[in-house]
């Protein structure tokens, strides 16, 4: 899928979406899980991704499919081995995101000690909400985030929650992968993740980007 950068003059592709788990210390708990002492990171295809007003499809293969609303950093400026105090300069716009997860088949993935990539590389399981340029934000950690479903808030909380910040998230990404215009770095999400069913409108805001909404249906059997 290609994008447009608020810094460029044409649409890039998105090579990958590198996603960050247990960035908040209030949702590892509710999943019973330990709070990592360095980013936790995974991948997500770009074949998940859909946008504003879009469908988010429930596979058969899951009967259990959470919300996870999340921060988005879009890169702008490539890079490898970016310093932390340049980190954020390297970012094109912000947007916020959510990180499907289809629950039952990351516990199965958990207990038997496999990669989560089923669980979190569904089609439709990076929903996008449109690019805010980054000059338009002051301080990523400093923004309110909030998702709705049919109008009822599931999670609220604050980017300053985060364990591992913005800039030290693409300082470290960049110390494994090399960056390009167009990566979208899903940072985390709060506490009160929770089931979707097929109907469902969800809405997601972060302050100071448009916000993002997404209807949600099962798939064709």
């Known amino acids: 899928m290609k994008i447009s950068l608020p810094t460029a003059q044409s649409s890039v592709d998105v090579t990958k979406l590198l996603c960050i788990g247990r960035n908040y210390a209030k949702h590892a708990a509710e999943m019973k899980s330990d ?13 998940a991704l859909v946008r504003d007003g879009g469908t988010v499809v429930l596979p058969a293969a899951s009967q259990d499919v959470h919300h996870e609303v999340e921060l988005v950093a879009v890169i702008g400026t490539g890079g490898k081995n970016i310093p932390e105090a340049e980190a954020l300069s390297h970012i094109a716009g912000y947007a916020v995101g959510l990180d499907m997860t289809a629950r039952d088949l990351q516990r199965e993935a958990k207990q038997g000690g496999r990669p989560w990539s089923v669980a979190k590389g569904f089609d439709t399981f990076a929903p996008l909400g449109s690019i805010a340029p980054a000059s338009s934000i002051a301080d990523p950690q400093d923004l309110t985030i909030r998702l709705t479903v049919n109008g009822d808030e599931r999670q609220a909380a604050t980017t300053r929650d985060m364990i591992f910040p913005v800039a030290e998230l693409i300082a470290y990404c960049s110390r494994i992968f090399t960056l390009m215009p167009g990566d979208l770095l899903y940072t985390g999400t709060p506490e009160g993740v929770g089931p979707v069913q097929a109907g469902d409108q969800l809405e997601a805001t972060v302050t100071g980007v448009p916000p993002l909404r997404v209807t949600v249906e099962r798939a064709a059997s």
């Open 35 to 47: 709070v990592p002492d360095e980013p936790l990171v995974f991948l997500k295809p770009p074949s």
